[in-house]
């Protein structure tokens, strides 16, 4: 069974290689993978192409890679939280919860030191305690809703809450704040730099290990609460991590590619069936690789017409029929 499952990762991998080689060598300008590889080793003699490639394409195909791999791990611990299969950080408000605290640092940057905004760190704290405020939220309501389905309406008015008072910002808000924040809210890979994936990559390791660190209290908690806390488990201490943990990895990626749907809820599930397995130690490195890989399927794609598209357009053309396969095998 174990190597079945290293045999399944490595092929994943490679998968996962292969479309990073792909991410790049695809977009308005095709650049022929012979080329892409002499970049890398320095061989190359065309400078438009070590230009485009460096300094756009790389830093926006690493960039898929963290968000598929945070947005993932996030959606797993979301979904062992509250034991709800289609618990997500965009379905319970999670992300509009992090897209209010980028807005109110958008629309009150007249009133923000010019650095803080500008070095990525506003939006990158802001996002952050606006997800962990809907998440803590939508925890505290899950003690009294114990239905899955009420919990979920419940976390679709907490976003429907947050995107109202986005809106109430964008009405008192000068017409460049409000038009930035839409371009932003379209989402994008390419609008992150070096700069600002300086700032992206260490916040999401940070947690992406958190995350790791959680894998057996998560696993306890597949059990129940009162068996996590037969095993010692200390139940408020690990709520608490889980939502910094989740807080950080969504709260993170939202603040610089916007809003991303679907991909925390589909992810998982697609994990557990290929690894036959509901353990955490096997789950979280599955999602990190089936999450990256998804997104940059997702950027590939966006580039095929003659205008890229939002990737948030085709993600969700990704995990909707997941939902809705969800659902009816739930029936």
Same mark, same amino acid.
């Given at each position: 069974m174990k190597s079945r499952k290293t045999i399944l990762f490595a092929l994943l991998t490679v998968l996962l290689v292969l479309l990073f080689l792909a991410d790049l060598t695809f977009g308005s300008i095709r650049i022929p993978l012979s080329e892409t590889i002499n970049v890398f080793f320095g061989k190359s003699t065309n400078n438009i192409y070590s230009e485009i490639l460096l300094n756009f394409r790389l830093p926006k195909a690493i960039t898929a890679i963290l968000a598929g791999a945070a947005l993932s791990v996030a959606?797993? $611990? $979301?979904?062992?939280?509250? *034991?709800?299969?289609?618990?997500?950080?965009?379905? %319970?408000?999670?992300?509009?919860?992090?897209? %209010?605290?980028?807005?109110?640092?958008?629309?009150?940057?007249?009133?923000?030191?010019?650095?803080?905004?500008?070095s990525g760190w506003g939006l990158v704290v802001a996002a952050i305690i606006g997800a962990a405020l809907v998440l803590l939220l939508v925890v505290g309501v899950s003690y009294k809703v114990q239905n899955s389905v009420s919990l979920l309406i419940v976390g679709i008015m907490f976003g429907t809450i947050a995107s109202s008072l986005v809106s109430v910002l964008q009405y008192f808000s000068n017409p460049d704040a409000i038009k930035l924040f839409i371009m932003w809210n379209?989402?994008?890979?390419?609008?992150?730099?070096?700069?600002?994936?300086?700032?992206?990559?260490?916040?999401?390791?940070?947690?992406?290990?958190?995350?790791? $660190?959680?894998?057996? *209290?998560?696993?306890?908690?597949l059990l129940g609460e009162n068996y996590a806390r037969g095993l010692g488990i200390p139940i408020t201490q690990t709520r608490i991590l889980i939502v910094t943990a989740t807080g950080i990895l969504a709260g993170s990626v939202t603040a610089f590619t916007g809003p991303i749907a679907f991909v925390g809820v589909a992810i998982p599930h697609i994990a557990r069936g290929l690894f036959r397995s509901a353990k955490h130690q096997y789950l979280m490195p599955a999602s990190i690789v089936l999450g990256a890989s998804l997104i940059l399927i997702c950027d590939i794609i966006s580039q095929i017409p003659t205008h890229t598209l939002p990737i948030n357009t085709i993600s969700a053309l990704f995990g909707a029929p997941v939902i809705i396969w969800i659902i009816m095998k739930r029936k």
């Open positions: 959606g797993l $611990m $979301m979904q062992t939280l509250f *034991r709800n299969p289609l618990a997500d950080p965009y379905i %319970l408000g999670v992300s509009s919860g992090a897209s %209010l605290g980028v807005a109110i640092v958008m629309m009150a940057a007249a009133a923000l030191p010019v650095a803080f905004i500008s379209m989402g994008s890979l390419s609008a992150v730099t070096w700069e600002y994936l300086q700032i992206l990559l260490p916040v999401i390791l940070a947690g992406l290990l958190l995350a790791f $660190m959680l894998t057996k *209290r998560l696993n306890g908690l």
